[in-house]
């Protein structure tokens, strides 16, 4: 059982924002998937899911986000992706955090928007550190 709750680098505000932003850029894969119902269209319509796309407007945005971070808000949001994904638990933070510093590098965003189902391990993870993202919502 986790006697505190760690402390995080980035404000839960941020993590909110990137949730909002990240289900309209996945909301963007399911209605390009929707229009590439083509005989060329690909045969298994989750590989295109998630993927890293070259100028859309919300990724734009998404990366610069991203990329404005500081080295420690980087670390902990990826770490926070790794948490709510189920790689590891608040009891594994500090583990999960060093690895996360380790990987660190200057491809944080298309990591990150490559992720399937982002959105929602940032809000499993927020939850789990006592931050409801539906009190974002309101």
């Not at 407007?57 to 986000?65: A, C, H, K, R």
């Not at 949001?77 to 510093?101: F, K, N, S, Y």
């Not at 298309?110 to 939850?127: H, K």
Request: hydrophobic content about 40%.
């Amino acid at each position: 059982m986790v006697k505190t709750i760690p402390e995080l680098s980035i404000s839960p505000d941020k993590v909110c924002f990137l949730i909002v932003k990240a289900r309209e850029f996945e909301s963007e894969d399911v209605i390009a998937d929707d229009e590439d119902e083509s005989p060329n269209a690909p045969a298994d319509p989750i590989a295109s899911a998630g993927e890293y796309r070259e100028s859309d407007p919300i990724q734009e945005e998404l990366t610069g986000f991203i990329d404005a971070l500081s080295e420690d808000e980087q670390v902990d949001l990826v770490a926070l992706a790794w948490v709510g994904r189920g790689d590891g638990t608040l009891e594994d933070w500090d583990e999960l955090r060093a690895e996360a510093a380790r990987a660190h590098n200057k491809r944080t965003a298309p990591y990150l928007l490559g992720m399937p189902l982002l959105p929602d391990y940032l809000a499993e993870a927020l939850s789990q550190f006592g931050h409801s993202f539906e009190d974002y919502e309101s």
